[in-house]
């Protein structure tokens, strides 16, 4: 046994059948008691399972992959992008149990990578977001490590017991079938894909067959600042953000996120502080006239974002009361309240996303804002609402984000086109990030490789991710700000969250260079990224009539065939590139300042070395 399927259907009735001995590849069809399963032949390879009766629809779906194990290098393991990082060796991948659900939007593919570092292996399930597990069948850990098998085998269970598939997929045919796709490839060691490529391309399918389009405008892609990460937020006030956009415009950001607080307490605060979160009124103590505020930021050269949970509302609220009928509730009508204290709007309720919608729209239509931040949907505990005060219209609390999300995009952008929405990783995947005109990979506040990983994963499936808001000190040398800053846009769009008055001159000017170049080339960095090692140590980029190669960690050497210019946000003072039957490149050194160097004439005929500096620039013209 090589590699071999099985597919286990449980139906609404609590009927369940198991179908084994599929094979990746070939074609299948069978029919156990009544219900029919066909699998194709090819890749991804479409799944229909039809139950014996429409009236007992199908519930959820598992599908179980047993595979002779190989070693492997690394695990991607199926994730929103956030916590996979932590979680990339094979031993804690055993007795691994996830669960896509409100609070995390999981992609549903494992990837193995091999011996090259490239992908070996990956499995996954292509339909749409509702409730699904993930757990590691083999090796187990029921007492002990226990691996004498020889197999590798996980589980990709669609529709829990908590929620099955939703009505809107299980009911939507007549005869009740539901129709997804098995994604499976397998790669010899020195044949693979880096795994950045595999996410893509498994993105790819799930794009297409649903009719997904990647949506971005030019605006969002601008270098950000956000008042978070360098400011406990009770000392966030109007003159403190007009100030910062003030700076920041002269070092070429352009959005500024005015971020949880402005409304009251925010989430830094102490847990016996009461929130108000939930009334979307300015904090006068903070900001004294939000019309006037949102004026000053405009006038300073920069777009005013604004920050906003819509479903929650805490018990300091003025509409609290008027609200409860609305939140999430526990089977037996108790609210549920989240562990950082406030109520959520349910999202499986109508009223309750008109409601969501409107306070959305609001801060364009009073306040005149170009941009949101949406966030804390992460913080929804995943129960099944029973607040009987309320109606339901879907029967899946990812569904029903889905639809909150859509009405909120759908209302904002038919006041303003090109409104700037950041949604974040935990409600990403294509699906969700087309409603947003960026998708940020969230949080990692001093830990660059983290933020690397996290927008790198993203990048993904979206070419407009966006980094975590970085904050860089006087600590960081102006070569390793740069390194930071060019580290953000090999995966994303740069992001910061800076005191700017508490930045040294140096670290400014470095800023300004990079963002500066960015700006430049905005349009260049709508285009995916492609990574040219599976390690991500090297990226590439189309930027029109050259390239960008961006070099992060351990970089490495490149092969151009054209025009280009090699960022090196490495520490590395050696190059090596080649260019094959060049004679004659034209090289133009610069620092991390942007300040030219040396220019150099070489033969790229065969591999050159060049001596380049930390956080540098250097361009190649062929
Ligand atoms: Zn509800």
């Known amino acids: 046994m090589a590699v071999q399927l099985k597919v286990r259907v449980f139906l609404g009735s609590g009927k369940e059948v198991l179908f084994e001995g599929i094979e990746p590849g070939k074609a299948f069809a069978g029919e156990i008691e009544g219900v029919k399963l066909s699998v194709g032949a090819e890749s991804p390879a479409p799944v229909t399972v039809t139950p014996p ?80 597990q993930f757990r590691t069948l083999e090796p187990a850990v029921p007492r002990a490590l226990i691996v004498y098998m020889r197999r590798l085998s996980m589980r990709i269970k669609r529709g829990t017991n908590l929620y099955p598939i939703p009505s809107a997929i299980a009911r939507a045919n007549a005869d009740g079938s539901v129709t997804e796709h098995f994604y499976y490839r397998r790669f010899d060691d020195g044949q693979g894909e880096p795994w950045l490529m595999t ?35 009770d000392d966030v006030t109007d003159e403190v953000i007009v100030h910062n956009v003030e700076e920041g415009v002269k070092l070429g950001i352009k959005n500024y996120i005015i971020d949880d607080g ?96 409107d306070i959305c729209s609001s801060f364009i239509e009073e306040w005149d804002f170009d941009g949101a931040k949406y966030d804390l949907f992460n913080c ?91 904050t860089i000190t006087d600590e960081d040398s102006p070569e390793a700000a740069a390194c930071i800053a060019l580290k953000m846009m090999a995966v994303g769009i740069p992001t910061y969250s800076i005191d700017l008055d508490r930045l040294n001159q140096n670290n400014k000017n470095v800023l300004a260079h990079c963002n500066k170049w ?27 009539d050259r390239d960008f190669y961006f070099l992060v960690n351990d970089g490495g050497p490149i092969t151009i065939d054209r025009s280009a ?39 790229l005929d065969g591999w050159a070395h060049l001596d380049v500096l930390p956080g540098s620039m250097i361009q190649i013209e062929l």
């Open 53 to 132: 009766a429409a009236s007992d629809p199908v519930a959820s779906i598992e599908y179980d992959l047993f595979t002779d194990i190989r070693n492997y290098h690394k695990v991607i393991i199926p994730e929103s992008g956030r916590w996979y990082i932590n979680a990339t060796q094979m031993v804690s991948f055993w007795g691994m149990e996830k669960e896509s659900a409100v609070n995390d939007f999981k992609m549903p593919l494992y990837i193995f990578t091999g011996q090259d570092l490239n992908t070996a292996m990956a499995f996954g399930v292509i339909g749409r977001n509702y409730e699904t």
């Open 199 to 233: 996410l893509r391309d498994f993105a790819g399918y799930q794009k297409k067959i649903f009719n997904v389009p990647d949506v971005g405008n030019v605006a969002s892609m601008a270098p950000l600042w956000c008042s978070w990460t360098d400011w406990m937020s």
């Open 262 to 357: 402005w409304f009251g307490p925010g989430l830094d605060n102490d847990l016996d502080v009461e929130l108000n979160i939930g009334d979307w009124r300015p904090d006068p103590t903070k900001i004294k006239d939000m019309n006037q505020l949102v004026r000053d930021v405009k006038a300073a050269g920069g777009r005013p974002l604004i920050w906003c949970a819509p479903h929650a509302v805490a018990t300091g609220a003025d509409c609290y009361d008027e609200r409860k009928k609305y939140f999430v509730a526990s089977q037996d009508g108790e609210l549920v309240e989240t562990p950082n204290k406030f109520y959520s709007l349910c999202f499986m309720c109508a009223e309750a996303r008109e409601i969501m919608a």
């Open 380 to 470: 929804v505990p995943n129960i099944r609402c029973g607040n009987a005060d309320h109606q339901h219209d879907c029967d899946s609390m990812m569904e029903g984000l889905d639809k909150t999300l859509k009405l909120i995009a759908e209302r904002t952008r038919a006041i303003k086109p090109d409104y700037i929405i950041e949604l974040k990783q935990n409600y990403g995947t294509p699906f969700l990030s087309q409603y947003g005109s960026m998708t940020r990979a969230g949080d990692t506040p001093y830990n660059t490789e983290g933020n690397f990983m996290r927008t790198a994963y993203v990048q993904g499936y979206s070419p407009f991710a966006i980094n975590d808001y970085q």
């Open 518 to 544: 960015y700006n430049d080339n905005v349009s260049a960095f709508m285009n995916h990224r492609v990574p040219l090692d599976g390690e991500n140590n090297r990226f590439k980029l189309d930027a029109g």
């Open 565 to 603: 210019t090699v960022l090196n946000a490495t520490f590395s003072k050696d190059l090596f590139v080649n260019a094959p039957g060049v004679k004659t490149a034209k090289v133009t050194f610069f620092d991390c300042f942007g300040k030219q160097v040396r220019q150099e004439t070489v033969s």
